[in-house]
Structure formats: C-alpha cells, structure tokens
C-alpha cells in the first residue's frame, strides 16, 4: 500500500478546507492501493519561527509540535497537498509547513485539490510547483479544481458537479504510479539531493 499524505493547508476561522479534506480522503480510501494521513495543519499548528541554518528549533514546543507533522511527512510515498487561492496565490499556513521541512519531500509525488471564488485555485498551484521543484519533489499534472467553491458541495459533502469524482481518480491514479515508481527508484538507490 502506497502512504498518501493529504495535507489541508488551511488553518482559517470557518474554512471550508476541510469539507475539501473529507472528500479527497473518501477518495483516497476507497482506492485498493493507498493508505491516507490526514494532516490537518488547522489541528497539528506548526511554530512560526524557524531557527537557525541547519539547526534544531531551540524552543521544546516547537519540538513538540512538529513531531505529530514532520515523522508522517518523512514515512509518505506521496502526498495530495488540498490548498484554496489567498490573493493569487497559496496560504501562509502551507508555506510555513513547507519551509519547515526538506528531505521529508525528495523525490516524492504531490498531487493537487485546488480552490478558490473565482480561480479554482489554479494561480496556488502554479506557485506551488515551484516551490516543490525547489525541493526535489515531483508535482502531477493532472489535479482538481474547484471554481466557486462556495457552491461546489452540498449539505452532505459531496460535489455537486461529479466531473470532479472523476478528475479525483485521474490524479489519484497518476500520483500512484509515480508514488510506487519512485518509492522503488529511492529503495534502489537512496536519492542524493
Ligand atoms: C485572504 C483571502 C484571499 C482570497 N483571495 C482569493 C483569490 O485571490 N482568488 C480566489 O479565487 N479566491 C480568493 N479567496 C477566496 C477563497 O479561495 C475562498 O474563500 C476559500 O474558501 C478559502 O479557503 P478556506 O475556506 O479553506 O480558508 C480569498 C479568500 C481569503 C480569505
């Protein structure tokens, strides 16, 4: 079975990154060859305060806080990274996250649930192949985006244009073969950054 993190990368007051959550999840446990982690940046908040180069945080509740993120990160084989658009691009939140983090995302496959008013969240996720690429992880282009997001589930949770089931399970298939074709690639070879 192929570990898929789903990170939920917004923490705002009477967000609706965890209706988006829930479904990607529902997904992903349906599906015979993945595991999910829900890693809910809103539950498992993450300090702000980096520290220094290539040191440990010298705070104890930094260290605290980051051992229920950093070791389900490290164990993933792949990761569905579930953003809204912030002002055309993604939430400080997901960044935070990021930046905390380095080998933990190397050679690893993220796969996208994007949302947003107006864009479905298409501007984020630009910006966020970047910043994966600077960190030797592989982004999927195939992802699912929701437009008018306000309007896209119902009272239940579930989409209210089902395009959006079958766009899950295109990305989700893709970031499969990736995940196990990396997760063999590393355990051939360690990969060296
Ligand atoms: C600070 C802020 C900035 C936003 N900027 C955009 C934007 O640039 N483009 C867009 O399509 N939607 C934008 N929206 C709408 C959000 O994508 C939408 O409210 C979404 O539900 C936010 O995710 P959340 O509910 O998980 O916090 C913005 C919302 C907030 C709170």
Redesign the pocket.
């Known amino acids: 079975m192929l570990k898929v993190a789903i990170i939920i990368g ?1 923490t ?1 007051e ?4 965890g209706v ?1 959550g829930s479904w990607i999840e529902r997904h992903v446990a349906q599906r015979d060859d993945m595991d999910a982690d829900v890693i809910d940046l809103a539950a498992t908040p993450l300090p702000t305060v980096l520290p220094q180069f290539g040191q440990p945080p010298s705070d104890p509740d930094a260290l605290t806080q980051l051992a229920k993120v950093s070791p389900r990160l490290a164990a993933a084989d792949a990761f569905v990274v579930v953003t ?5 691009s993604f ?1 400080a939140s997901l960044k935070n996250a990021i930046d905390w983090h380095n080998q933990e995302w190397h050679a690893k496959p993220i796969g996208f649930v994007s ?7 298409t ?1 984020a996720v630009e910006q966020l192949r970047q910043v994966f690429g600077e960190l030797h992880a592989v982004t999927i282009r195939d992802g699912v985006g929701f437009n008018g ?2 309007g896209a589930f119902g009272p239940d949770g579930e989409v209210t244009d089902p395009s959006a089931d079958a766009a899950a399970k295109k990305m989700l298939d893709q970031l499969a073969w990736w995940a196990q074709a990396l997760r063999e690639a590393r355990a051939a070879r360690p990969y060296a950054a």
């Not at 009477?14 to 990154?17: H, Q, S, W, Y």
């Open positions: 917004s705002r009477g967000r609706l990154g988006v809204p658009e912030y002002n055309r939430p949302y947003g008013g107006f864009s479905a969240g501007r997001v306000w």
